[in-house]
């Protein structure tokens, strides 16, 4: 897994001004950063902080922005791992790595411990996906090992655990039970409002002809559908096709071009998805 310190590791950049729109679930980890700050002052009022919690949306639409900015605010240590790499490990190594997993995240209380794709190993047992199907059943007793970590984590320990997924519907129940995952927090597509404020953060990265507001209402309104993910991607490419042409700023054609590359892109995705 990695580990990022807060104060040196390269997830230190990531604050909440960084996660534009998502106003809402914001709210809802703060939470967790006031009582990752000051674990003592809940213990002491006898108040019981969610264990954790689920980040469910598409894809690219800050669910690891916003984890990596809770331990940012909270100055604490973010220990990541992706669900696929437990999946990967045979021989028992899937819940060996749970175990070691959270035997790290005790030693370094408080922290966050963040699984990405969490699907991969908290499919719903019953769907008899290929990696449940295996001799070992390897994936259930990743499964399995992870519910019982999850279940000796007393409260008070300090260790408080995000996960997040693009397929909320597939995950086993026994992981949203009361104690688990139990909070479920919507990182979904960005409204039009939300388009233009991340546009407005990711065109702030980039020399342009004029300020970042002066494009980020109309590519916002050309964006329908896109998430946060494509218009950092829209940003980066306007810079790469600004650069090809040996111009000195990026301008407005070099930002419609990129939409134009990013929409393909996206439709050729969703073409061969479907
Ligand atoms: P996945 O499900 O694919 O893991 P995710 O929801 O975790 O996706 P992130 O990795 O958080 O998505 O986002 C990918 C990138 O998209 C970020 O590094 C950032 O550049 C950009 N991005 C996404 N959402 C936002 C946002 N709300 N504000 C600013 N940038 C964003």
Do not use: W
Not at 183 to 207: N, V, Y
Not at 238 to 256: P, S
């Amino acid at each position: 897994f990695t580990l990022v310190d807060p104060l040196t590791g390269p997830g230190k950049g990531v604050h909440f001004s960084d996660v534009a729109g998502l106003k809402e679930a914001k709210q809802e980890v703060t939470e967790f950063v006031d009582y990752l700050k000051q674990p003592e002052r809940y213990k002491s009022l006898g108040a019981k902080v969610p264990k954790g919690a689920l980040l469910f949306g598409p894809p690219g639409c800050g669910k690891t922005l916003l984890a990596k900015a809770v331990a940012t605010e909270a100055n604490v240590p973010f220990l990541s791992m992706n669900g696929s790499e437990f999946i990967e490990m045979i021989g028992g190594l899937g819940a060996a790595r749970v175990r070691d997993l959270f035997k790290e995240g005790r030693k370094r209380s408080p922290c966050i411990i963040y699984i990405d794709e969490i699907d991969a190993i908290g499919r719903k047992r019953s769907a008899g996906s290929a990696q449940f199907d295996g001799a070992s059943g390897e994936g259930e007793q990743t499964l399995n090992q992870l519910l019982v970590e999850m279940d000796g984590m007393a409260s008070k320990e300090g260790v408080i655990m995000l996960a997040s997924t693009n397929r909320g519907d597939v995950l086993d129940k026994a992981l949203l039970r009361p104690g688990r995952f139990d909070r479920h927090i919507l990182i979904d597509l960005p409204t039009l409002e939300e388009r233009e404020q991340i546009f407005e953060q990711h065109l702030k990265g980039i020399s342009l002809e004029y300020s970042p507001k002066h494009y980020s209402k109309r590519l916002a309104q050309l964006t329908p559908g896109f998430s946060g993910a494509d218009i950092a991607n829209v940003c980066n490419e306007a810079a790469l096709h600004a650069a090809r042409y040996k111009q000195t700023v990026v301008r407005g054609d070099n930002l419609e071009c990129a939409v134009e590359r990013v929409v393909g892109g996206t439709e050729k995705r969703s073409h061969m998805m479907s």
